[in-house]
């Protein structure tokens, strides 16, 4: 696509209750991350694929975040057991590549999805 | 590990001034900067970059900004202002990551608030 979709655009689910959150980077673009973006943390990195797989998962906060690729494309990041703290906006961004000096081209973000736990 | 700082969290000027926003950066080795602009409900987006070379850099939207070692810092700057410009303001630092990939250090961000 044209740009980097993320879906849904805001989430309100009740505490306790897993969450899928969905992102649809350009396409051609091999690199994938998300970010989280909270009142009290700033943007937080979370997670990088490079094709299906992810070598750096070292930015997600607890084994209740967990977040796969298929086919080089979708992203789905799931949080189970979704708790108060995890309330934020959750961003994704892709690349042209992860690898070489392509790596350092800069991000395109999404949208972000807003998810509120109530 | 590198850091970023944005020392000023809201900065107000009047449409038509000028504009510089700082940013102090922490790194071991050679940076990678960027500034992000983000609009409220938008995502971010890239206004420019730096990896070598020219120490003054130009950016989409008539923003530049200057690269300076000694100080470590990268301000984003713009000579006029217009109102469209409101909006938060991210600098942030690129390091090279285990697989390949490029993970972004953000600074807190700059609130930025134009007056007519």
């Known amino acids: 696509g044209a740009g980097v979709s993320q879906s849904p655009s805001n989430k309100v689910t009740e505490k306790g209750k897993d969450v899928e959150l969905r992102c649809d980077p350009i396409s051609g673009h091999t690199a994938l991350y998300w970010y989280r973006q909270s009142l009290g943390q700033g943007l937080e990195f979370l997670i990088y694929?490079?094709?299906?797989?992810?070598?750096?998962k070292s930015g997600l906060p607890s084994d209740r975040f967990s977040a796969e690729r298929t086919g080089g494309s979708v992203s789905t990041l799931t949080i189970q057991r979704t708790q108060q703290e995890d309330s934020a906006v959750y961003l994704c961004a892709s690349s042209r590549s992860g690898t070489g000096t392509n790596r350092l081209y800069g991000y395109t973000f999404g949208s972000g999805t807003r998810l509120t736990v109530v | 590990a590198q850091s970023v700082t944005q020392p000023d969290i809201h900065i107000t000027v009047s449409e038509g001034a000028s504009l510089e926003l700082r940013c102090n950066y922490s790194?071991?080795?050679?940076?990678?900067l960027f500034w992000y602009v983000q609009s409220p409900g938008q995502g971010l987006q890239l206004l420019l970059k730096?990896?070598?070379?020219?120490?003054l850099v130009q950016g989409i939207k008539g923003f530049e900004a200057e690269f300076k070692r000694s100080q470590s810092s990268f301000n984003l700057r713009k000579p006029s202002v217009h109102w469209s410009d409101a909006a938060e303001y991210f600098c942030a630092v690129g390091a090279g990551i285990t697989g390949g990939g490029n993970k972004l250090t953000f600074g807190t961000g700059t609130q930025l608030k134009v007056e007519l």
């Open positions: 730096y990896f070598s070379g020219d120490t």
């Open positions: 790194y071991g080795a050679t940076p990678y």
């Open positions: 694929f490079q094709g299906n797989s992810a070598p750096d």
